[in-house]
């Protein structure tokens, strides 16, 4: 794994603590980005 530092807005940043979890962010958002990133090829 690589490690990637993002910007996101306070309420974004806000949302996602309170519906993934502090500990599960990094691995939501690779996740969905997986996703995405399949339906490209």
């Not at 794994?1 to 958002?29: A, C, P, Q, W």
């Amino acid at each position: 794994m690589k490690k990637l530092k993002i910007t996101v807005d306070d309420e974004v940043y806000k949302g996602l603590h309170v519906r993934i979890g502090r500990g599960n962010i990094s691995r939501f958002l690779n996740d969905m980005a997986a996703r995405i990133l399949a339906r490209c090829r």
